[in-house]
């Protein structure tokens, strides 16, 4: 198998085709197709089998991935798949949304001498998507019931990975969220040009088949209490995400048309699933036909620019106080947004929005990037006379995201908070103040991505499953 291997000196990197920027304006359907066999082959068979694969650290779930490329290259498809969906509970959706350039690719030895990274990302969505269609993935399937149960809260990828997790242990697992739909910000959030809804929902039903219990529309906090839950189930686990977006404090800040990154993200997704969404129906949400004006740098504000280009926008800016290589969002999100006709206002920072009732203008500032402070992180100033206009008849602020108050919505006081108000908990244990609930996912770590919320999940899983554990054995002991 091992001559399969190294080809990166006569193999160059290949990423799967990209459909072109006239023809991706025109829906809402991902951009990249997906490798051919042959192709997935050819690429995984670049890989350089490095003994110590810095790919692997540099994912957060320690995927095994110079161990599945080998067997890409070989043709073992099914087993590159096995040993795949061990580490990762969603590979195919961080194959399709990781950063990979900063985390598996920026790493990969390939990039770091001339020629360039192997292509792990797209090699690990062919793997999945792959296996789906051959029938090899299956859902949790314990080899027994162990007559305990979990509630978790949350439905997102962190729920959905615990829920994995502990349904194939044994447990009896009921998954509520106050959304119709299971996904969390994989289905409200994130746009389908970069993970089309229908593979959210192959995972769905997958877990549903092997017994997980979802209760969708019930939100903790309105139908049943964190108390309620407690009572009800062995242990409980908070997977709510966070939700409460930054607001800018300008003036004008409150004309009208000034939206949050996440009411704006959430109607486009509705309206792509067909719902309707009265605010986008009588035009508020939509964007076609606007001068857009979006705040902020990172994946949020990425995914609102080619939002409204897709609504048909008449223009789209985008607005950042940082310049291009200190943004947080992917360079690659950014090249496929300029590739789409959004125009970037590097380092600006708004001042006041002007309009009579709405937004019609937002007077903007240069800034310049000052001294890093002890994070490396260098400071912003304003450049003194250097104010100018940018017509708007929409702004979305994408600023990032905070915990809500969870401790207040879910009636529980004694939920300890951190000062960033993510729940707080023992890092050993995933406990938080309360005995037998655990928390995971942005909720605790603060915003972050996919893949750090499903490694944290399947981590505090592990230890919900110890302490059910001692639990069980404590109850025979006591008998
Ligand atoms: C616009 C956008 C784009 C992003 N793009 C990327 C990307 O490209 N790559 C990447 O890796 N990451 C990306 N992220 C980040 C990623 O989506 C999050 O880190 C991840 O979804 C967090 O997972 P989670 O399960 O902790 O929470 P969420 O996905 O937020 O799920 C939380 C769930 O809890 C439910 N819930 C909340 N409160 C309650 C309650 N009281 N009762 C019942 N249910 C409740 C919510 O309805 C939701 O379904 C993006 C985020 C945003 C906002
Ligand atoms: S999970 Fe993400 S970081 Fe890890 S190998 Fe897959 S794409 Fe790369």
Redesign the pocket.
């Known amino acids: 198998m091992a001559e399969k291997m190294m080809q990166f000196v006569t193999i160059g990197q290949n990423y799967p085709d990209k459909r072109t920027a006239e023809e991706r304006k025109q829906d809402f359907n991902e951009i990249y197709a997906r490798f051919t066999i042959e192709k997935a082959q050819e690429q995984a068979s670049r890989c350089e089998q490095c003994g110590i694969p810095y790919c692997s650290v540099a994912c957060p779930v320690s995927n095994n991935i110079p161990d599945w490329l080998r067997l890409v290259a070989a043709g073992r498809l099914e087993d590159a798949y096995h040993v795949s969906q061990e580490t990762n509970s969603l590979p195919e959706i961080?194959g399709r949304?990781?950063?990979q350039d900063r985390l598996c690719e920026g790493l990969c030895v390939l990039e770091q001498s001339e020629h360039d990274a192997v292509t792990i990302g797209s090699i690990e969505k062919f793997i999945t998507d792959n296996a789906f269609e051959q029938g090899w993935v299956k859902g949790p399937q314990p080899l027994r019931e162990l007559g305990q149960s979990v509630g978790i809260?949350?439905?997102?990828?962190?729920?959905?990975?615990a829920a994995d997790r502990l349904r194939r242990k044994g447990y009896e697992v009921h998954v509520?969220?106050?959304?119709d739909r299971?996904?969390?910000?994989?289905?409200?959030?994130?746009?389908g040009f970069?993970?089309e809804k229908d593979v959210v929902a192959r995972r769905h039903k997958l877990l549903e088949e092997g017994g997980v219990q979802f209760h969708l529309n019930?939100?903790?906090?309105?139908?049943a209490s964190l108390k309620d839950l407690r009572e009800k189930h062995d242990a409980v686990m908070i997977?709510?995400?966070?939700?409460a977006g930054r607001k800018l404090d300008v003036p004008g800040s409150d004309l009208e048309n000034i939206f949050p990154?996440?009411y704006f993200?959430t109607a486009s997704n509705r309206k792509s699933f067909g719902d309707k969404v009265e605010e986008f129906d009588d035009g508020t949400l939509n964007a076609e036909g606007k001068n857009v004006v979006v705040i902020g740098g990172?994946?949020?504000a990425?995914?609102?620019v080619r939002t409204s280009i897709r609504q048909g926008a008449k223009s789209v800016k985008c607005l950042y106080r940082r310049d291009r290589t200190n943004m947080p969002g992917?360079q690659n999100?950014v090249r496929n947004a300029e590739g789409e006709g959004v125009d970037f206002e590097w380092l600006s920072a708004p001042k006041s929005f002007k309009g009579l009732g709405k937004v019609q203008k937002v007077e903007a500032v240069s800034m310049h990037l000052g001294v890093a402070d002890g994070s490396g992180r260098q400071s912003v100033k304003e450049i003194e006379g250097s104010e100018f206009e940018l017509d708007a008849d929409m702004v979305i602020e994408?600023l990032g995201?905070e915990p809500?108050d969870?401790p207040t919505?879910?009636g529980e006081p004694d939920l300890a908070v951190t000062r960033w108000g993510t729940l707080d908990v023992n890092k050993k244990t995933w406990m938080t103040s309360i005995d037998g609930v655990f928390a995971?996912?942005?909720?605790?770590r603060g915003?972050?991505?996919?893949?750090?919320?499903i490694n944290d999940?399947r981590e505090a899983s592990d230890q919900v499953h110890k302490y059910l554990r001692a639990q069980a054995r404590a109850g025979v002991a006591a008998e």
Request: hydrophobic letters at 45%; a negative charge.
């Open positions: 961080c949304i990781c950063p809260i949350g439905a997102g990828p962190a729920g959905i990975a509520y969220d106050r959304h299971v996904g969390g910000l994989l289905v409200y959030g994130i746009p970069k993970l019930f939100e903790i906090g309105r139908d997977c709510v995400g966070v939700y990154a996440m993200l990172g994946d949020t990425m995914d609102c992917s999100e994408a995201f809500e969870v919505l879910f995971a996912g942005d909720i605790e915003a972050s991505l996919v893949v750090n919320c999940a």
